[in-house]
Each structure stands twice: as C-alpha cells, then as structure tokens.
C-alpha cells in the first residue's frame, strides 16, 4: 500500500514533525530492564509509516499553530495501542514475519510476546493520563473499541451469511476508531473549538475505513510478492471481508463460492474462490464503499476552516484509494 498520508507529508515541516514521532516512540518504551526495552522496541525499530501520530500532528496544526510536543505524544499514544494490538494479532495468528523481520511471538515466544503487547497499551494510557482526563478516557474506550472488533470477526469466523453490517463494525473497531481518535487526541490537545474536533474525528473514522477497505481488496488482488503472504489469506482463514461478502451477495457467482467457502480450505480451493471473487462485482461494489467513506471524509473537512493542513487532509483519503488500487480504481 503507498504512504497513506502523502499529501500531508508534502506539508513544509511534516518530515521534522516525523522524526519527532519516531524519537518520542522510541524514548516512549526504554524501561530498566534492557530485555524488555528490546522486545517492546523490536516493532518499533522495523519501521512504519505512522499515520495514526501523523494524522495528530496534522489535525493538531488545522488552527493554524505548529504542533506542540503533547500534540505528538497523544499521536504516539494511538500508535502505541496499534503496535501492541499487532503483537497480540501475530500470538492469535501464529504470524512468522512482520514488516519484513520476524515477529516478536516468532523470536521471543506466545508469553513475552502478550506480555509485551500488554507493556505497549499501559505505555500508551500512561502518555495519555498525562494528556487530561478526556484524552485517557478516549484512549481507554479506543482500546475497548479494537477488542469489540476483534471479537465480531472472530464471532463470523467461517460464517458465509455474515452480514455486511458485522464488516463495517468490525472494522471500525479494529482500524477506523484508531484513526478517529488519533484526529480528536490532536484538536483536544491543540484546543480547537468542540465543532472542529468532532469534523476531525469524523474524518478519521471515515479515513480509517477507507484504509482497511482498501486493505481488504489488495488481499484479494494483489501478488503474494506484493502482501508477503498468499493473496486471499483472510478467505482462507475464514474472515470474509467486504469484497467476498459482496461477492456472497451476488446470484451465481455467490451460490459458487458459498460452495467452497464456511470451512478451512486447501490451496486449490483458494485459487479458486480467488478466481470467482476476482471475477465478480464484489470487489467494485467494495471500491464504491470506499468511495462513500472518501465523500464523508472530505465533507468533513468543509467544517475545518481553510489552510494548507486542510487541503491535504481533504486531498488524502481520494490518494490513497487512487494510488493504493491503480488496476481497478
């Protein structure tokens, strides 16, 4: 997937403001004991794009002043709780490779791996305690949002009548709510007036739907040299995203996969789920819901005010849909 936030990266000083997020990341996990310094870093030291922290420092600057050192660490906060949900994502998954290198539960094991994960959400609550009592709630009930998530994927794991519904909840809680409270930790702490941080946190709810959805179609599109793994892995392990779901919804191609589909399947049996999905109208009628979020998004920003801040938060959500999907969109 490209740079998600490129046009706010094009922003005069965002390059500063992103060694900012990478040293306060790295400052926000030294403990003690080296052990665990290393192990709650390893994530952190393979790199990322960090767009949560860096939709913060975007939203915190949309009044016009530059983001102050707490406007990055409620960004660091957000990406925290991400990198400790992945260590748990990668336990439940048994995931080998992360971002190019080994995943923690692969080098270390299942129990430093939790434990580690449970290290980087305190880490982020504490930040946030220190951010005021409304920034600690919102990340409190953030996290309750991606365990909520979580929990309706594994409910549908296998299940071809999931209702489309049961997606988009899923993945406001898994992807979506992070996205939002990274914009609203950013007008909170810069003091924005209450109609801007609610346009910004509607935004990054609409962003981080638009994300996952294009996530969800480049799994079932792209190469596996591209995703690292074999394309149509969610499929085979069960989850059925918006793209199969549509495709489920849809006369005989969806009687033919329902066929192949509600149970583990074999490398051959992928292939060809694969091949009748490709075919389908389900993952158009995926790109036209990522559209709708990208509409909502944008008119989310009419409520901002004018600036350069507000351009490209406006122009982000269209690029990364244009950019992210360049044989089908």
Request: charged share 25%; hydrophobic share 45%.
């Amino acid at each position: 997937m490209s740079s998600a936030l490129s046009p706010l990266l094009a922003l005069a000083g965002m390059e500063a403001d992103r060694a900012r997020i990478e040293d306060a990341m790295r400052a926000a996990v030294v403990t003690s004991d080296p052990y665990l310094t290393e192990i709650a870093s390893h994530l952190i030291l393979a790199g990322g794009k960090r767009l949560r922290p860096a939709l913060a420092v975007a939203a915190g600057q949309v009044g016009g002043a530059p983001a102050t050192d707490d406007v990055v660490q409620g960004g660091v906060a957000c990406e925290l709780v991400h990198l400790g949900s992945l260590y748990h994502d990668d336990v439940m998954d048994e995931a080998e490779t992360r971002r190019g290198v080994e995943t923690v539960n692969a080098r270390w094991g299942n129990l430093q791996a939790i434990l580690a994960g449970d290290f980087l959400l305190a880490r982020a609550s504490e930040i946030a305690a220190s951010l005021g009592t409304e920034v600690a709630g919102l990340l409190a009930r953030t996290i309750g949002w991606l365990c909520e998530g979580q929990i309706e994927e594994l409910r549908h794991t296998y299940d071809v009548t999931r209702p489309e519904e049961s997606y988009l909840v899923s993945i406001h809680g898994k992807t979506a709510s992070l996205y939002g409270s990274a914009a609203r930790i950013g007008g909170i702490v810069a003091a924005l007036d209450r109609p801007r941080i609610d346009a910004l946190t509607e935004y990054g709810n609409s962003y981080g739907m638009v994300f996952q959805i294009v996530d969800d179609v480049l799994d079932l599109t792209a190469t596996a040299e591209q995703l690292g793994k074999p394309a149509g892995h969610d499929m085979e392990e069960g989850v059925y995203t918006l793209p199969v779901l549509r495709t489920l919804a849809n006369g005989t191609s969806g009687d033919e996969l329902r066929d192949l589909l509600g149970k583990p399947l074999a490398p051959e049996e992928r292939d060809k789920a694969l091949a009748i999905v490709r075919s389908g109208d389900g993952i158009d009628g995926a790109i036209e819901k990522a559209r709708q979020y990208v509409a909502t998004a944008v008119a989310a920003c009419e409520r901002l005010g004018d600036g350069p801040v507000v351009d490209a938060l406006r122009e982000a959500p269209g690029f990364l849909l244009a950019t992210s999907l360049p044989t089908l969109d």
